[in-house]
């Protein structure tokens, strides 16, 4: 998508005109989610935003409707000293006012694309949307992208994020200080550098390209069965499975506080890598 057709999606960039046609046309609002978080020594610390920002600029050129600016507020982002991380409690009220606000303008269905996988932050994303889709009638799909394509994909800083920005921003990625710290850890435990997930050695722009436009076309399906139907139950579907994968990492770390839960979890994760 150029610059001028990112405008024409884009909600800071539309007239009240523009933007009621658009409404009145497609009633979906994209609202990529991102971090500003650790991705190991060979990727921007804003990977997440960056590249939920680009598939929600795809997104939109595909089914219509309105994009809103990436937001920038992750909860339990990785320990580093460059993460930046916010209370459960504040994302959550954040995203409470968000969708009541998207659903007073009139927006019908809302895609909220998570670049950032942790397992808190996405239970209070899923919380806020199922909690919207009572209050407002919104139909709120709340998701990484690539979790409507393939858990593999699912990974931090590994094979599949570095193959992503390879994809989109090729210019942010040094795979050349990738293998230097490969060569200084390879005795070591590659949580240190954080990477969870295969490699990303193996990693290739093609690659990145392929996932991307699997969660595309998985988007799209999603969107325009939601606009159809109007009917929230594939959404509770969705996110009951969703839920039921993260059961054990909430039966064994959580205890009131993501934030303790998260801390916890990764020092257990950097233990068995």
């Given at each position: 998508m150029s610059y001028s057709q990112a405008q024409d999606t884009a909600y800071t960039s539309l007239r009240p005109d523009q933007l009621q046609a658009r409404i009145d046309a497609v009633p979906v609002a994209y609202v990529p989610w991102g971090a500003l978080e650790w991705h190991s020594v060979h990727l921007p610390v804003g990977l997440d935003g960056l590249v939920a920002e680009r598939i929600a600029e795809r997104a939109v050129a595909l089914t219509g409707g309105v994009m809103l600016p990436v937001m920038y507020l992750p909860i339990t982002a990785l320990p580093h000293r460059f993460s930046i991380s916010f209370q459960a409690s504040t994302v959550r009220a954040v995203l409470d006012d968000l969708l009541a606000e998207l659903a007073r303008v009139g927006f019908r269905v809302v895609v909220l694309?998570?670049?950032h996988y942790a397992q808190g932050h996405e239970l209070v994303l899923m919380d806020a949307a199922e909690a919207s889709i009572a209050a407002h009638k919104l139909l709120v799909l709340a998701t990484p992208p690539m979790a409507l394509v393939n858990a593999d994909y699912l990974d931090h800083a590994g094979r599949w994020e570095t193959a992503q920005l390879l994809a989109i921003h090729p210019e942010l990625v040094d795979q050349r200080r990738l293998m230097s710290a490969l060569n200084e850890h390879r005795a070591g435990h590659v949580a240190d550098l954080g990477i969870l997930g295969d490699l990303p050695a193996g990693a290739t722009a093609g690659g990145g390209e392929v996932a991307i436009e699997q969660a595309l076309q998985s988007i799209k399906a999603w969107v325009m069965q939601l606009l159809k139907s109007g009917n929230p139950e594939p959404?509770?579907?969705?996110?009951a499975q969703r839920r039921a994968d993260y059961?054990?990492?909430?039966?064994?770390?959580?205890?009131?506080?993501y934030e303790d839960a998260a801390a916890a979890w990764w020092n257990d994760r950097k233990r068995r890598d």
């Amino acid at each position: 998508m150029s610059y001028s057709q990112a405008q024409d999606t884009a909600y800071t960039s539309l007239r009240p005109d523009q933007l009621q046609a658009r409404i009145d046309a497609v009633p979906v609002a994209y609202v990529p989610w991102g971090a500003l978080e650790w991705h190991s020594v060979h990727l921007p610390v804003g990977l997440d935003g960056l590249v939920a920002e680009r598939i929600a600029e795809r997104a939109v050129a595909l089914t219509g409707g309105v994009m809103l600016p990436v937001m920038y507020l992750p909860i339990t982002a990785l320990p580093h000293r460059f993460s930046i991380s916010f209370q459960a409690s504040t994302v959550r009220a954040v995203l409470d006012d968000l969708l009541a606000e998207l659903a007073r303008v009139g927006f019908r269905v809302v895609v909220l694309l998570s670049g950032h996988y942790a397992q808190g932050h996405e239970l209070v994303l899923m919380d806020a949307a199922e909690a919207s889709i009572a209050a407002h009638k919104l139909l709120v799909l709340a998701t990484p992208p690539m979790a409507l394509v393939n858990a593999d994909y699912l990974d931090h800083a590994g094979r599949w994020e570095t193959a992503q920005l390879l994809a989109i921003h090729p210019e942010l990625v040094d795979q050349r200080r990738l293998m230097s710290a490969l060569n200084e850890h390879r005795a070591g435990h590659v949580a240190d550098l954080g990477i969870l997930g295969d490699l990303p050695a193996g990693a290739t722009a093609g690659g990145g390209e392929v996932a991307i436009e699997q969660a595309l076309q998985s988007i799209k399906a999603w969107v325009m069965q939601l606009l159809k139907s109007g009917n929230p139950e594939p959404l509770r579907a969705f996110y009951a499975q969703r839920r039921a994968d993260y059961q054990s990492f909430v039966d064994r770390y959580y205890q009131g506080s993501y934030e303790d839960a998260a801390a916890a979890w990764w020092n257990d994760r950097k233990r068995r890598d």
